[in-house]
């Protein structure tokens, strides 16, 4: 059973870059709610996903391992039907785990078919919801094109619309992600041109608004019993990138900061950055029109999701249960938003790869660090290490990859951390990889970042990128075929080559059981290289001594 009477709340924001927060410096974006969190935890600056695309970098947080160990590396490819998650391990120690929102995961239809699981069961409905027990499920993309829609599930929040009165099949397009033209027509939010109006849709029916209503929902029924953690996964500030008054107008072109991007960065570029950078979302980010008529957008959706944090903070704290909630604020990537001259994420470069991760341990060992930062180098996984850890006080860390954060937020230094942290990007199934007549087995990326370097390795023949993080923190020269960068290379390649030697597969046997098998009895029956038996204690070859009754060998008979 679990040793803690706590509960957590892992709040993820999908596409929330790591600096569009007050705390983290944006100059114009004041969000006080999420510096709330800050002033009463402590707020990671250097936390990496393990990929920088939505459905791969969340089956990374579900599972505590990296991509290449639980082989769903793009939005679509399904979760092993074998692989354990978050739910597995908590309630294992005695700690539900419930879905509050998205989880972009795929289920393994065909594992389970194998295996005779079916959805309708227990077990068969955790594995094909990435471990959690839902309260509600909804990953908040139902568009609609000529083929039908992007998500293939009943959306409970367009049941909800209907319910409110919105006169619409899909109202999480013709109203939540959509204004209305001059025309009186639908004006859709996946036209960035239309991102400066006003959603069609009253500010609290609208879906940051709505998530948070289930989640006070899901904490008023759960004021007793086990401890849980609760996983609210809100879609917003993804895209569309539109919002409902009052938020739509709260910014304007003149509070856009600065893009970060040089004319340096289209010289000699590496040929995969290059596929990126003239895709059709890098190329409409690299009109400033577009920034100074989207980013506004992006700001207000992120001040509405600012705003509903506080209500879960003023609920929890008016309630009494702020005092035993771990909060746990992050995304599952950023937004290039213009910089770099890309649009969307991709890419290795802050903006895309680094996250928001800011922690309350409402723990008195954590009294020392609260309102501080840490600036050691954190990665995604590393939060399944830390609830399991704050449920139980140890986790399996030859399943989990990740390491716990706990000591860091009591103010303890682990020994021997991590210098480098990794990512993965898998872009086979992109036009970028059609394009460059890359196979399958090549269009991977991998990143590895130290405190001063940050390094792309590119299979399928093609050189590797580097950034001096030191001298040029904006990643804008990269030194990637730099012959005075040679040993600097050599090195990372080194840390690359030591991570893909981890021992990922073998979650089986502990490390302990293997330490207490090395130690063990001989005595389970088999001998193996003994001459005469001398070599051992008599109690080792007791069944083997004494003697026979019945002698069937063959004799030999005079005749």
Known sequence: ????????????????????????????????????????????????????????????????????????????????????????????????????????????????????????????????????????????????????????????????????????????????????????????????????????????DSETPWLTDRTIDFIKQHQSGKPWLAHISYIKPHWPYIVPAPYHNMYSKDDVIPVIRSYKELENQHPIFKEFTQGIISTSFHRQEVRDTVIPAYMGLIKQCDDQLGRLLDYLEDSGQLANTMIVLTSDHGDYLGDHWKGEKDLFHEPSVKVPMIIYDPSAKADVTRGTTCDELVEAIDLAATFVTFASGSYPDHIIEGKSLLPFLHGETPEGWREYAISEYDYSATNVAKNLNVAPKDARLFMVATKKWKFMHSLGGFRPMLFDLINDPNELEDLGDNPRFIDVRKKLYEHLFEWALRPSQRTTKSDDEIYAARTGSNGRGILLGLVDGSEVSEELIAKYLGSIEQNFTPHNHDT
């Open 1 to 204: 059973m679990s040793k803690s009477k706590n509960n957590i709340l892992f709040i993820m924001y999908d596409q929330l870059r790591f600096d569009y927060l007050s705390c983290a410096g944006h100059p114009k974006l004041h969000t006080p709610n999420f510096d709330r969190v800050a002033d009463m935890g402590v707020r990671f600056t250097r936390a990496y996903v393990q990929s920088p695309v939505c459905g791969s970098s969340r089956m990374s947080y579900y599972t505590g391992r990296y991509a290449q160990s639980h082989g769903a590396h793009w939005n679509g490819f399904p979760l092993k039907v074998g692989e354990l998650t978050l739910g597995d391990h908590l309630r294992d120690v005695g700690m539900d785990a419930w879905l509050i929102g998205k989880t972009h995961m795929k289920v393994d239809k065909k594992g389970m078919e194998r295996l005779g699981l079916t959805p309708d069961s227990i077990i068969g409905a955790r594995v094909s919801e990435c471990g959690f027990d839902v309260w509600i499920r909804d990953d908040g993309l139902w568009a609609e094109g000529p083929d039908g829609f992007y998500d293939e599930k009943r959306s409970p929040y367009n049941e909800y619309l209907k319910v409110k009165g919105y006169k619409s099949d899909n109202g999480w397009h013709d109203h939540a992600n959509a204004g209305i033209s001059d025309k009186g027509d639908i004006a859709s939010g996946f036209l960035m041109q239309n991102a400066g109006m006003p959603a069609n849709i009253k500010q609290e």
